[in-house]
């Protein structure tokens, strides 16, 4: 059985939020981003 890794991030427009997305993207796993600013957000697609 094959298995992925997917992180789920809140906050993930700035901050800490965002810095754990960009390790978790560098390192290969698949994102699921919340935040609150919608802007900033849709730009990290």
């Known amino acids: 059985m094959a298995t ?3 992180v789920f991030i809140t906050g993930a427009t700035s901050g800490f939020g ?3 997305a960009q390790v978790f993207a560098d390192a290969g ?3 699921v981003l919340s935040g609150r600013r919608y802007p900033r957000l849709k730009a990290l697609q």
């Open 4 to 6: 992925s890794n997917v």
């Open 18 to 20: 965002e810095a754990a």
């Open 29 to 31: 796993w698949s994102l």
